[in-house]
């Protein structure tokens, strides 16, 4: 198995949480994994970006080459569009609808969807309904890892593991709320496969 | 022991505590930070009492750490790339005096320039002081170079550079790790005149170290960090330093590339080796992030055209590789990369709401509204960031410590008033110096020392500036009534504009003080305590 991830968003949003659950999970199955993360000036409220990678095979760079990437998961959607030279032809752009507007020149939110719906391959759920729902909308970021779950080759029992290992010290109320976040993007997702 | 997920940073500080080192020093510079933090956050380190405490900058930290050595310890020093233009005195000066305890020296470099202001390849730097040089291309051989680099600093009794990039240092892998090693017994230079760099000692040093570098040489020969991998395709040679191996490999199925490939891991480089690559192929294409160093050492100031790389074009002559730059250089193409849709907005870093650099600013512009544009000087920060809308407030950012020794040269071209911005953190990393300069010579500069208690743009790491401003200030000779702090709150605001304006009205050198906690540390109870019992935050 193979999955090039970018994980895209702004600076304080928690990429780094998907990043750390997905990378958790690929331990636990004995995948090879890279994760890169982006610290310093950018994450100051600025777009930041993190590049995951897991594999079944060694893996040689920590960056993913243009055009090659299977996923933009996005918790933020003009941002899923930053990254999208990173995209294959048939990759998926997975991301939240909610817009973070901390710009004057914020696109017309109308603009970004349909730039977003050129391509055939999307998911826009909106992440912090969803996980309001179910948990609190500080885990629209699980919503999202939920989303992106459908399309990576990782056992469910597993990607709950990889949350397990994030939020364990924080007590079994916590992270089973951060699971059912997990759970209902993944289930909302499902209806743009 | 056994398989961690480590950034690369997080590699080197876990190699250091298990090839037992006694000390790690450092100040914080993205993409270093984390190497010191992870050795202060460590159990192992603080079971074995390792020093674990940040420098006031990257000199003293250099410094710091060859004092550890000259005792007989293992010691590490990590800085990011341009913290070594600072520590370059103590750099180039401990390769003459040679080590005791095994030393490394890491430089974080930032090719791209994600949170820098230049990109300079400080392996010229190693070069300069005619030491090794370790270039890592993954987490676990950054693991492994640390143990081999202590060895070949005791062995060869010099300081060994380890450089890695941004892409390295913020990047996570599984690494293995072995039994940790005890730390070396406290012991004196054999030579008791070893570290006196008189020119009578220096001379003979010097010329140690030169005799050294045939057997650094004959070192890169043997090392497993520089491997020959042979392929029936000679029509070109390839040659990667650290990390660009990665963008290689990354094009080719298996990691199989058809072409004969030197991967570079250490220097000086392997003489041997780089002939035969260069007198088998065809043509050698030189591959490294950063400046292109080993390419121009290849093809010589006039340029033979054998050797291809960022120089004749084939790569960016600047930023960092990655796999596609490389397949296009290989097949020699042009690598293009589809426009970002026209819908997206640049979304910049900004200062984080509620922060008090911007109630600062907010003052700060309205005080110096009736003396116009183009007066405020800088430094390196989060405050950097107040060059952006809607502020726009500074005109310079150069390096740390330069926003008070520019105002002053401002000052003394005739632009009155001048004015400086800093932080606490750069305050204490070379702000001081420049401050004894404006006191002797009486300017007319207003320093604005913007105290948010820590050390914020790298993520909040502590500040040797905490409680003693006013103290270095007046020591270093401002005068008391021209020293003042204010607390940066909107509601201060008219009372914040008053006291700039009077100052700003001063003849000589003051020294304004806006004082609040930053936002991001507010969770840090340590901090939060501290800043109690000094007192600082009276409004």
């Known amino acids: 198995m193979k999955s090039d991830i970018i994980l895209a968003g702004v600076g304080g949003q928690g990429i780094i949480s998907i990043a750390a659950a997905i990378g958790g999970a690929a331990l636990h199955e004995n995948l090879h994994m890279k994760q890169a993360e982006v610290h310093g000036m950018s994450q100051r409220g600025g777009a930041v970006q993190s590049t995951l990678r897991v594999s079944s095979k060694p893996i040689a760079s920590d960056l993913i080459a243009y055009g090659s990437a299977d996923m933009i998961v996005s918790l933020e959607p003009m941002e899923s569009l930053r990254y999208l030279s990173y995209l294959k032809p048939d990759g998926w752009v997975i991301t939240n609808a909610v817009p973070f507007v901390n710009i004057t020149d914020y696109p017309e939110l109308e603009d970004v969807y349909a730039e977003i719906k050129k391509r055939s391959n999307h998911v826009i759920i909106d992440a912090e309904e969803i996980a309001g729902q179910v948990a609190t909308k500080r885990a629209a970021n699980m919503v999202m890892l939920g989303a992106a779950s459908n399309f990576i080759d990782i056992p469910l029992e597993s990607i709950k593991e990889g949350i397990r290992q994030i939020f364990g010290r924080k007590g079994e109320e916590i992270t089973n709320s951060n699971i059912d976040a997990m759970l209902a993007g993944r289930e909302a997702a499902q209806k743009f496969l | 022991m056994g398989k961690l997920l480590m950034l690369g940073d ?64 293992r010691a590490m020093c990590a800085m990011k790339h341009v913290g070594l233009n600072v520590a370059a005195d103590a750099f180039i000066n401990s390769a003459i005096t040679g080590v005791n305890g095994g030393l490394i020296v890491v430089s974080a470099d930032d090719p791209s320039m994600h949170s820098s202001q230049n990109e300079q ?13 370790l270039e890592p291309a993954n987490q676990q051989e950054a693991y492994n170079m640390v143990h081999y680099g202590f060895e070949i600093s005791e062995k060869f009794k010099v300081p060994v550079l380890m450089r890695i990039t941004t892409r390295l240092a913020h990047s996570r892998s599984g690494v293995e790790t072995i039994t940790p090693k005890a730390q070396n017994e406290l012991v004196l230079p054999r030579d008791p005149m070893q570290f006196i760099l008189l020119p009578s000692v220096a001379r003979k040093n010097y010329k140690t170290l030169l005799s050294n570098f045939d057997n650094f040489i004959s070192a890169s020969e043997e090392s497993q960090f520089n491997e020959f991998i042979d392929a029936s395709d000679k029509s070109l040679g390839i040659i990667t330093c650290g990390i660009a191996y990665n963008y290689l490999v990354e094009n080719y199925e298996d990691q199989k590339v058809p072409y004969p490939v030197l991967r570079i891991g250490q220097y000086p480089l392997p003489k041997a080796k780089i002939k035969h690559i260069m007198e088998t192929c065809d043509e050698v294409l030189v591959v490294e992030d950063g400046y292109p160093m080993v390419e121009e050492m290849l093809k010589g100031y006039l340029g033979k055209e054998k050797v291809r790389g960022r120089l004749d074009g084939s790569l960016p002559r600047d930023g960092e590789l990655n796999p596609n730059l490389v397949l296009a250089a290989i097949h020699k193409e042009t690598f293009t990369l589809d426009p970002i849709p ?13 922060c008090g650099h911007i109630d600062a600013y907010v003052a700060l512009n309205e005080a110096l509204l009736e003396h116009g544009k183009g007066r405020v000087f800088a430094d390196i920060g989060c405050y950097t960031l107040g060059a952006y809308e809607p502020y726009q407030a500074i005109s310079t950012c150069v390096d740390m410590g330069a926003s008070i020794t520019m105002a002053k040269g401002a000052a003394d071209a005739g632009l009155v008033p001048s004015v400086a911005v800093i932080g606490d953190s750069t305050f204490t990393h070379s702000g001081i110096t420049g401050l004894i300069d404006a006191v002797i010579g009486n300017s007319p500069i207003t320093v604005v020392i913007s ?65 609040r906690q930053c936002i991001q540390t507010m969770k840090n109870k340590e901090l939060v305590t501290k800043v109690k019992e000094l007192g600082l935050n009276k409004k």
């Not at chain 2, 956050?41 to 550890?68: D, F, I, R």
């Not at chain 2, 026209?342 to 509620?354: E, I, Q």
């Not at chain 2, 208690?453 to 040797?464: I, K, L, V, W």
Request: charged share 20%.
């Open chain 2, 451 to 515: 105290d948010n208690y820590t050390t914020g743009m790298t993520g909040g790491q502590d500040s040797a500036a905490l409680g003693r401003i006013e103290q270095i200030c007046e020591g270093v000779g401002v005068d008391p009534a021209h020293i003042r702090v204010f607390h940066p709150t909107p509601a201060n605001h008219d009372q914040m504009v008053e006291l700039l304006k009077e100052e700003l009205a001063y003849p000589g050198v003051s020294v304004v003080i806006p004082r």
């Open chain 2, 10 to 73: 997080e590699a080197i500080a876990q190699a250091g505590l298990d090839a037992g080192m006694s000390g790690m020093y450092a100040y914080p510079g993205t993409p270093s930070t984390e190497i010191m933090e992870y050795v202060q956050k460590s159990k192992q380190a603080k079971e074995n009492g390792v020093h674990a405490k940040w420098s006031a900058n990257e000199k003293t930290s250099m410094e710091a750490a060859l004092g550890m050595s000259y005792a007989g310890k």
């Open chain 2, 342 to 354: 026209s819908t997206v907005a640049n979304r910049l870093p900004a200062m984080c709401k509620g």
């Open chain 2, 121 to 133: 390849d400080n392996r010229f730097y190693g070069k300069f002081a005619q030491i090794p040089i």
